[in-house]
């Protein structure tokens, strides 16, 4: 099994102001973009051929990664003029493959961080005689996900649409975001039009009596979908949580890259990462945080779970939790940010103009 496609294509509405200037694959996540964890993880477990099926900001990605050979990759792109959805996506790229009709294709949701033994879905495949597989993973709360119950041997008996009631959590497994697919099986998706391979795809395909088999991996696996989840999956990959071979320097409660200057008196801890030109002054204390390239944040700020968008300045003794700050924003000395305050890209708040939780 030599390759894959990788979906990344989506505009992560739900993580601006970080997606207004950059794709959601492509927002740095323990000092590099998001999308050389996935690459690198793939390349690890023996993929050598990955086309990524691109839509949003598709210009940004080619001019970063190249063909893939500093990474050990051959990389294609192919960019949707309209978008397609999930499977109008891996439908739309089907021409660049190279596998014959029974070999399995692995395929990625870009915004997915996982420990997926990537190999072990590929001979669950291969073992099972699969149409489909799909990794499956375990959460304790399901409501805001698809359930996947399988029977005793694995194998896919329904796709149920996020449950409401109590009677309809039949099961704690949900479908993880990565699947190997018989590579004839591509060519049955629809072309020239959007399709959902998690609406449409998928229950259509165990309807017709296809083989739909379902891989339990619980290890690490995480949604980057919300800016929250987005901070504490780069932390956890700084901390060694998360597994990825791309992280640039040991695992620990930092990751200061070089270029970066930290007081030597500054606190950072949590899995805090300081990006490129980043700069941190002396008395600051930030924890379990993201600072992109170049932000600088003054001396005595106080800043928790929060991401620190590329040439953002955070004022002398402002206190940020859980907060999210824009791209070349500028907030003042003495302001408060908390419980998911979001500051949009390029936007200045004056000293001390906002001193509790607000909308922004």
Known sequence: MTEAILLVGGKGTRLRPLTVNTPKPMVPAAGVPFLTHQLARARAAGVEHIVLATSYLAEVFEPHFGDGSDLGLSLEYVTEEEPLG???????VASRLHSGPDEPVLIFNGDILTGLDIQALVATHSSSGADVSLHLTRVEDP????????????????????????EEIVTDQINAGAYVFKRSIIDTIPTGRPVSVERETFPELLSSGAHLQGMVDSTYWLDLGTPQAFVRGSADLVLGRAPSPA???????????PSARVAPDAKLTGGTVVGADAVVGEGARVTGSTLLAGAIVEPGAVITDSLIGAGARIGARTVLSGAVIGDGAQVGPDNELRDGVRVWCDTTLPAGAVRFSSDQ
């Open 247 to 257: 992280v640039p320097g040991r695992c620990g409660d930092r990751l200061v890259l």
């Open 86 to 92: 999930t499977g109008g996506a891996i439908r739309n």
């Open 143 to 166: 409501r805001a996900f698809g359930l996947v119950p399988t029977d005793a041997t694995g194998r896919v008996t329904a796709f149920l649409e996020k449950p409401q009631t109590p």
